[in-house]
């Protein structure tokens, strides 16, 4: 079953004292690009990241958001006791110079700049490690699934446009030879007007006709554009990613289509041929979202 480029998929996972949320987004791309958000001081882990996703993804412009959860976040209150004591004395030299006597409280001290700040957390590389193992895991189950659904959906609508196509193409295998058939009686008849009644040379008239029979043969497109559905069946129904086969089916399919329609001098004909490029342009579009 085929599976879409386009999902969403988040996990969660704690190991040791670290706690990793990952978040996985997945757009159309013709190849599949990883991009990875990840915390400076978890850097290390991001090529193991990537392998992780093309591992289990083929196609697609991945972005992987990995965020440090739980209590104390990525961030930790670091205190400056150097710049503690500094303060107080500082705070205790005015008090001394103007002669005050209120205290000096542990509140103007700690809210005093830079006494108290926020810094990265110090990380246990290997727990996080494997919480991000985990998490991705979990993430990644989650997109694949998201895909397949949309795939199923894609597949339905693709097997409906090949049942359309068909249709088209049995139609232009029957009006193929009434073609021919009315090119002659209209070739006869342009004849007559010109010779003004005088008598025809039937061999003359089929030969023509002959002529215009091999040059408008379609059959072997028609053959093709089979074959072309026949193979397009396949890769819906297998296991594998088959995006870019479909791509070049369809491309396939588009040319033989325009062959025929440059083939074509019936209005019935060119009505058909009409139809099936609508039908194969909007295989096109669909096939740009499989990866």
Do not use: W
């Not at 791309?29 to 993804?57: G, M, N, Q, S, Y």
């Not at 006791?81 to 005050?100: F, H, N, S, T």
């Not at 193929?176 to 009315?182: G, L, R, S, Y």
């Not at 072997?220 to 479909?246: F, M, N, Y």
């Amino acid at each position: 079953m085929i599976r879409s480029m386009t999902g969403f998929g988040a996990g969660r996972k704690a190991a040791g004292g670290e706690e990793i949320a990952v978040e996985i987004r997945a757009v159309n791309h013709k190849f599949c690009e990883v991009k990875v958000r990840i915390p400076r001081e978890l850097a290390a882990l991001e090529p193991a990241v990537v392998r992780a996703v093309k591992d289990r993804l083929a196609r697609g412009g991945i972005d992987v958001a990995l965020r440090r959860t739980g209590p104390g976040g990525a961030m930790a209150p670091r205190v400056d006791a150097a710049l503690a004591e500094a303060y107080a004395r500082a705070y205790a030299e005015v008090q001394a110079r103007l002669g005050l006597h209120d205290p000096i409280r542990l509140q103007d001290i700690v809210s005093a700049e830079g006494v108290i700040r926020l810094d990265e957390r110090d990380a246990d590389l290997d727990a996080a490690r494997a919480a991000t193992e985990g998490a991705l895991a979990a993430a990644l189950e989650a997109l694949l699934a998201k895909r397949l659904r949309e795939g199923e959906a894609l597949a339905a609508d693709l097997e409906a446009r090949l049942v359309t196509g068909e249709g088209l193409v049995a139609g232009v295998e029957v009006l193929a030879p009434q073609a021919v058939e009315h090119h002659r009686s209209r070739l006869a008849e342009r004849v007559r007007e010109l010779t003004q009644g005088l008598p025809l040379d039937p061999g003359r008239l089929a030969q023509e006709v002959a002529l215009l029979a091999d040059r408008s043969d379609v059959a072997e497109e028609i053959t093709r554009l089979r074959s072309h559905v026949a193979q397009a069946r396949q890769l819906l129904a297998g296991q594998e990613p088959a995006g870019r086969k479909l791509d070049f089916l369809v491309q396939e399919m588009h040319r033989e289509v325009n062959t025929i329609g440059s083939k074509s001098q019936h209005a019935g004909l060119s009505s058909l041929v009409v139809s099936l490029k609508a039908e194969v342009e909007r295989m096109r579009e669909q096939v740009q979202n499989v990866e």
